[in-house]
């Protein structure tokens, strides 16, 4: 409590300076810590950029995230967009790349809060790879230059995990060389894509396809949904915010009602199946490929929305535990750390050492699925689609519920102040949180990967070769653990046989069982996240919120880009 | 899908009336229904009460809940204060008593969103604990004509659990027969006490008492900190809200910072200890009658904060359930109700069972309760106060951490919606979850519990009596679970012999492990609660959230009450 803030005007005198608890757990610690900060970061150079990117976003006011506890919805959405088109302006000017690890970075950094995740991550990547070359050239430069923003308009009021039952209809209509749009029922409203309720003029529409009278399942259409020049809404379309949640005020969620809208043939996404002049479909490759969108994004997910909320939990907890001290051990005696207390490293150690695990394991899947994504497009070889749809569905389903009761276990060791948002905590959970509904339901996620696992058995029975993820199903298995003594059990190779034994024992129910897991328990903090709880709520003493402004992103950042592409569509 | 709102506008037909899944679902339930409403509500008088208070409650437009999930923090903090005083003037006019079963159902309707909380609940039952008949007689009056407002401040922002540890002082100085109180450091500033950070005109202050340079500990005094004509903060008092939180935006929980703030002598609350007025200290009875206050507080919160919780959202997710329909289980069949997957059940009635369980174990806490304080207050006797605070701390503890993770669960089964503030389920969720903390944090309260149990151990070895709940402990236990066909797993005797064995392998580790769950899982739902997810979610497509205006809630609502006071004070 010595240092809870810096410039105080309050009656007490507060120093700026570290708290010496904090500074005197950071003495001498146990490991190379540069070592282990290069490995996180996957490599010196990583630091050293990421440090810069630091640097970057920490100086710049635009990016401060020091009022945003106190914005309406409204406001917290305007400044999503102000920072998403500065991030923009940043990038050109420093020479960051899209796909470069900067903006990964300045992603963690800001917390996330940026506008246009949807257009930037879902929907350019499916026309990326769903779309001709031609279509390509034509509608990514205008999205990349933020000409157009575009939002993914899949799931419905009335269907999200079961694709088959999406209702929004694109019936062909050869006289006009034109399709259809519909969302003929309530239940067929689009409902929940990201950037849709407030920003996007585009949209990927996933609609059944008619024509000649056949429906011939989910194919996606590109479609515009508002005015280039005034941003209101075209004709046959209604569009909105869907309202308040959990978290993820900034981002506009919304909902899209198409009543015979009608585009242009070619906005139909042709790479993998087209509809010739007089209505006739062709396919031109395997059906599972409009999945590959979906796994791609479940696998970025991960890293990003799941693990890195867990570590930072884990920092801001830590520290706090180092900082508040309860009850004398000894009277007259100081009141000890909470962190000292058993039960406090009960609750807070193993949500550390699962953040490493996490780390690495994420890293790994990411790494195979680059394999795939080059099998598929070099070589045209799918084959490793299920393999890396199971371990990805079954992996995602596993670190988001781990990573959010995690986050949980962090903000309730915080005590009451876990419970202000200005502990930072609150917001990881509600956020974390959403991660085991998006991307593929959870519940549902784990029956995919049973379903893969029982067909692995299967093969099992019949003899074949297994994908190399599951090949331990065929190793030997020892009938005993082999550790002797407790060091044993600070020896990974001892939990993979007993992920192994287990695995054979259930018949591996889930994949989940039968990973590795690195047994590290570090006892020091890995980042520089906002954990000065104390400090937070001090500072909050000095001042009041201000939120009156009302907020019109569009007409502010927006409107001169959006008119950009008017004369080029 | 078939009537998701009345009146809609939008381009669909939609009907008022019930859906038809629902009706389907009511149509000749298996029990006999109202005998089992006349069971929870608790007699067939009660039932009456409740629905008449549900119907003046739910014709009210200011106890409309309608547009909740819209405002700012200021303006719920705004509508919790209009809604706390008009309650106030109904009750006047209905004849309601401040004691009575209908303020509980009109708290329970309104989904606790009221100002005075902390007031009605913790201030007035703390002066009339705590104080002498004169206090009582001077205080009491005037609180419950909203002359004065009240909060209970105790915690600190360095100090929560330690209750000794606490730093506010409260010196007395003789020449002037009066204490002086003060917050020395940022970590003695009151924190977290409800009403407080913009009510508040007068708090019962705990602080550490010294006289003749000695400290007495933890003492109860009485302190004005805002004045009764303008509302501004007294000399020597800083005060404010502590700004935003998880959830509770209506209430304004503050903080207090006391520099030399001079009370009267007889604003000690002084029924069990006083200071004279040569300043010697008197302790007129036992030294843990302020921990008392605590104990009915948490008896209190159980069954209105966490068990009613988790009942509405039984209510919503299994109505959800019922009308959300995925993936044709035949082909060309209609799609199934979720709530007809094992998955969904395997979820959902575990939490409707677990709410009728504790539904019963917080009444019968609730009676053991009362007979403790008659004890207690007609005979001094004590003896059960142990008991009492290991059953409460043990029970709050295990009933707030089930309650927010079946809360949880209830959530998350409802997909992507239960993310949607307007399913209700979020807010019960962020609410609940606060049950864990306040009010003793939980791990605290457990190891309170298990402190108990020890010392119950301890007197097994000396052959000395054991206090009633924890009888068991003597009582033989079969070595084999007696069951012997399927039908036995639904007899509760089953259970508390299991349970009983479990306790004495375990040597009662945990109270918990000994108490008798009663087994009922129902399939039909319980009460009348915004469940309606789809109707919500529509309703929202037809209006934008109006969030304007400003919030002055103590000119509105508060000025005139508190004049009256000041020429009584």
């Known amino acids: 409590m010595a240092a809870v803030g810096a410039a105080a005007k309050g009656p007490y005198k507060v120093q700026s300076a570290i708290n010496p608890d904090i500074a005197s757990e950071r003495t001498a610690p146990g490991f190379p810590l540069e070592k282990l900060v290069n490995l996180l970061d996957g490599g010196a150079e990583r630091t050293r950029i990421r440090r810069a990117v630091e640097h970057v976003v920490n100086g710049d006011t635009v990016f401060s995230r020091e009022n945003e506890y106190f914005l309406t919805p409204t406001e917290q959405y305007e400044l999503a967009v102000k920072r998403a088109v500065h991030l923009w302006q940043k990038m050109k000017e420093l020479g960051w790349m899209d796909d470069g690890p900067e903006l990964q970075f300045a992603y963690r950094i800001m917390g996330g809060n940026l506008a246009f995740g949807v257009h930037n991550g879902v929907f350019i990547p499916t026309i990326t790879e769903l779309g001709t070359d031609a279509q390509i050239a034509k509608w990514v430069p205008l999205a990349k230059d933020y000409q157009i923003i575009g939002t993914y308009a899949q799931t419905e009021l009335g269907h999200g995990t079961y694709l088959r039952g999406l209702e929004t209809t694109a019936s062909f209509d050869p006289s006009n060389q034109d399709f259809i749009l519909n969302t003929p029922k309530p239940s067929s409203i689009k409902w929940w894509p990201g950037d849709l309720g407030r920003s996007a003029n585009h949209a990927v529409v996933l609609a059944q396809l008619y024509t000649q009278e056949k429906c011939h399942g989910m194919h996606a259409f590109i479609v515009q949904i508002r005015s280039l020049l005034d941003h209101s809404a075209l004709p046959g379309v209604k569009i909105g915010d869907i309202g308040p949640k959990m978290a993820f005020e900034h981002v506009d969620n919304g909902y899209l009602i198409l009543q015979n809208v009608r585009i242009p043939k070619e906005n139909m996404l042709n790479r993998h199946s087209e509809v010739t002049s007089d209505g006739r479909y062709i396919k031109k490759s395997f059906d599972k490929i409009n999945y590959i969108a979906m796994v791609l994004t479940r696998v970025k997910v991960i890293a990003s929305e799941m693990v890195i909320p867990l570590s930072k939990a884990c920092v801001i907890a830590l520290r706090y535990s180092v900082v508040r001290r309860q009850s004398e051990l000894k009277p007259g005696e100081m009141e000890a750390k909470i962190l000292d207390y058993q039960t406090q490293q009960q609750k807070l150690l193993p949500q550390l050492a699962t953040t490493f695990a996490f780390h690495f394991m994420s890293s790994s899947l990411e790494t195979f699925c680059n394999q795939v994504k080059v099998q598929i497009k070099s070589k045209g070889d799918a084959s490793s689609l299920p393999e890396l749809h199971a371990l990805s569905a079954g992996l995602k389903a596993l670190i988001s519920d781990a990573c959010s009761a995690g986050v949980e276990v962090c903000r309730r060791a915080c005590g009451g102040h876990g419970y202000s948002k200005l502990s930072g905590l609150p917001s990881l959970y509600t956020r974390v949180v959403a991660s085991c509904t998006y991307e593929g339901e959870n519940t549902v996620l784990q029956l995919q990967t049973a379903r893969f696992l029982i067909k692995c058995l ?102 001169p880009r959006f008119r950009l592409a008017q004369s080029k569509l």
Not at 461 to 466: A, K, Q, R, S
Not at 479 to 506: N, V
Request: aromatic fraction near 14%; glycine fraction near 2%; hydrophobic fraction near 30%.
């Open 458 to 559: 299967n093969k099992i029975d019949c003899g074949e070769p297994l994908p190399q993820s599951v090949s331990y199903l065929y190793e030997p298995v020892t009938s005993h653990c082999s550790a002797k003594e407790k060091s044993d059990f600070l020896k990974p190779f001892i939990y993979i046989e007993s992920y192994k034994h287990r695995a054979h024992r259930k018949k591996a129910i889930s994949i989940a069982d039968a990973l590795d897991y690195p047994d590290k328990q570090l006892n020091s903090a890995i980042g520089n996240y906002d954990g000065y709880v104390y400090q937070r709520l001090f500072e909050w003493v000095q001042k009041a919120p201000t939120n009156a402004k009302e907020n019109p992103a569009y007409e502010k950042y927006l409107k």
